[in-house]
């Protein structure tokens, strides 16, 4: 059956938002969060979001992954509106298509999973290929940590995990808040390497991040300044 892609045929073209504005309500009154963003995130190409403390990055995030909705324009995630989809449909889009890593590197793993088996459970739930574990634990250097739990993982070890889990399957977008921001300068520096080697995985990444190696390696910028784009290159 072929996939409506809502007017989005450019299999290249990862996410992308038009016209994307989020709105919260306070005991103070209406809050809101973003207005009128506009932006297109391709396949292997690293784009960075960046913006001071409450311009709006974590919910953009958030509206790109289909884990929030926006409450005006539209998302278009691997040519799939998401505002039209039922909440299963938004869950199984999210699994196949999206990995997403939270800053903490300890909150993207299970305490219970070694390095290995937290690449091989995300290729089952994704249908893809078991295999890789390994395969994608050497390409992060990470090959002889196969066995360790997360707790027997450095900071940077964690966050080399949770990418290498991420990309398992080749999902349309991997979404990142801030994932250097609790290592170490030799740890960040590492985790900053993998994610400019995986735009040959054919990947979108998209990044929030002060980070400046992290910029240093962008294929593409969005920045933020009370929810508005103040400069998309």
Excluded: W
């Excluded at 409450?54 to 926006?70: Q, V």
């Excluded at 740890?187 to 994610?195: D, K, Y």
């Amino acid at each position: 059956m072929a996939i409506d892609r809502g007017g989005y045929a450019d299999e290249g073209v990862a996410v992308v938002c038009k016209d994307v504005g989020r709105d919260y309500r306070t005991s103070s009154g209406t809050v809101q969060a973003l207005a009128g963003v506009n932006g297109e995130f391709r396949r292997g190409e690293i784009a960075v979001i960046v913006g001071p403390s409450g311009s709006g990055k974590s919910t953009l995030l958030r509206i790109l992954a289909a884990l929030d909705r926006p409450s005006s324009g539209s998302v278009h995630l691997d040519g799939r509106d998401v505002g039209a989809l039922r909440p299963d449909g938004r869950r199984r889009l999210r699994l196949h298509n999206v990995g997403y890593l939270f800053q903490n590197p300890a909150d993207n793993l299970l305490s219970y999973l070694t390095a290995a088996e937290h690449i091989a459970f995300t290729a089952r739930l994704r249908r893809a290929e078991p295999g890789q574990a390994l395969a994608l634990l050497d390409r992060f250097g990470l090959a002889d940590r196969a066995d360790h739990l997360p707790s027997q993982l450095s900071g940077g070890e964690q966050q080399l995990v949770a990418f290498a889990a991420a990309v398992v399957g080749r999902p349309a977008v991997v979404i990142a808040d801030e994932p250097t921001a609790e290592l170490d300068a030799v740890s960040a520096a590492q985790v900053v390497e993998a994610v400019g080697d995986l735009r040959s995985v054919g990947v979108g990444l998209v990044i929030a991040t002060h980070d400046p190696d992290v910029l240093a390696v962008a294929d593409r910028l969005l920045e933020l300044r009370h929810g508005l784009v103040e400069r998309y290159v």
